[in-house]
């Protein structure tokens, strides 16, 4: 007797890959745009690639959360309950999400550059704190909760995580300072007491406030359970219907939106403290993003045009480190550079981006053509 294979759901690797793209150089584009037709309107869109200075919102703040949420998709997929395991068989998967922890870690120092002084390395000059760390701490703390705990449990420790978070931000006196200095910089925030007393080595660019810092990663991982019930929702697709789905996600990213921007009013929305608002805000764009991928890429016939971002999501760990220690403008000058300086002065923008991101979905063509897959 043979056993249907699961169709993978492609809009989830095609959405990890829209959000992987503007990393890989995509953000530059608004600019080209604005100096190859000199329409002022490029500069709004142009301002949306970069992070917001303190409080507000810009959509390359979304970045790093919608990749959590889609961690937690995944998991939601098809969610697994072992705590009615006995401990031995417990503890292979234990094991294997320490495992997986560590590495995550570790590629996440390796990101940072590693030490500072090289080898041999100076523990004080490392920068523990990473964007693959927090992801790894959101997707194990979620994963523990998912595997002990009922999906209606899950939802309450998420809402409990995002109000003691909250609490202890607004209300609770730092150590030798006040309650609720959400001030820019946040040198007297709690986030900033526990880094100083917590996070060995050094925080990024030496801030009071190290943007992946540990106490910012607790209401992190509420992201990743948005993405649980996500794709647990998408997982009875086949029952209540796709278009169904797609609308019921939607509607549920506005509400999340407009919960989150009416925090906002009294506990302002903050990437580099990832404040609760903040979390329900980027939840919000998430499920909406994930409802309109689902529609064109597995609802309707939308797979081949979404291929690009399909290549990336695939491959979306061992590009975002490619990233970082590639040197990918080399390789485009080496490849087009004298193309791209031949074209007129207001064109080379354009295709220099261009250039830079087709040398990296060659790269991830080939791997997806061959089916490798470098998954952590």
């Known amino acids: 007797m043979t056993t249907k294979e699961k169709k993978r759901l492609a809009s989830l690797d095609a959405l990890r890959g829209f959000d992987m793209i503007w990393i890989l150089g995509g953000q530059s584009i608004f600019a080209a ?86 080898i041999p390395a100076d523990l004080s000059e490392v920068r523990y704190a990473s964007v693959l760390g927090r992801i790894a701490f959101a997707w194990l703390l979620c994963v523990l909760l998912v595997w002990h705990l009922s999906l209606r449990q ?30 820019q910089g946040g040198a007297g925030s709690w986030n900033a007491w526990v880094d100083s007393v917590f996070l060995p080595g050094i925080s990024y660019q030496n801030r009071a406030v190290d943007p992946e810092g540990i106490l910012s990663s607790f209401p992190a ?26 609308g019921q996600l939607f509607a549920a990213g506005l509400m999340s939106l407009a919960l989150g921007w009416s925090w906002d009013l009294q506990f302002p929305v903050n990437k580099e403290l990832w404040t609760s608002s903040f979390v329900l805000v980027t939840v919000g764009w998430s499920a909406m993003l994930l409802a309109v991928f689902f529609v064109l890429v597995d609802i309707l016939p939308g797979q081949r045009l979404a291929y690009p971002f399909v290549i990336i999501g695939a491959n979306s760990i061992i590009i975002y480190l490619a990233s970082s220690v590639v040197n990918w403008e080399f390789i485009r000058n080496s490849l087009f550079g004298g193309l791209i300086a031949a074209l007129p002065n207001e064109w080379q923008p354009l295709f220099a981006v261009l250039g830079l991101l087709l040398v990296q979905l060659l790269v991830l063509h080939w791997l997806y053509k061959r089916k490798l897959f470098i998954s952590v």
């Open 221 to 246: 991982v509420v992201n990743a359970i948005a993405g649980v019930f996500a794709g647990r929702l998408i997982s009875k697709s086949s029952d209540i219907g796709e278009w169904k789905v797609a």
């Open 154 to 183: 899950v939802a309450f420790a998420g809402v409990g995580i995002l109000l003691a978070y909250w609490l202890l931000l607004c209300f609770i006196p730092v150590p030798g300072g006040s309650a609720g200095d959400l001030s």
């Open 33 to 118: 745009l604005l100096v190859l037709t000199g329409w002022q309107g490029w500069q709004t869109f142009a301002a949306h690639t970069e992070h917001s200075l303190w409080h507000g919102f810009t959509f390359y703040d979304l970045i790093f959360p919608l990749f959590i949420f889609l961690s937690g998709v995944a998991m939601g997929l098809a969610p697994k309950r072992i705590n009615h395991l006995p401990s031995t068989e417990r503890i292979i998967y234990y094991r294997k999400a320490l495992k997986r922890f560590a590495l995550l870690c570790l590629l996440g120092i390796l990101y940072n550059h590693g030490w500072g002084t090289g």
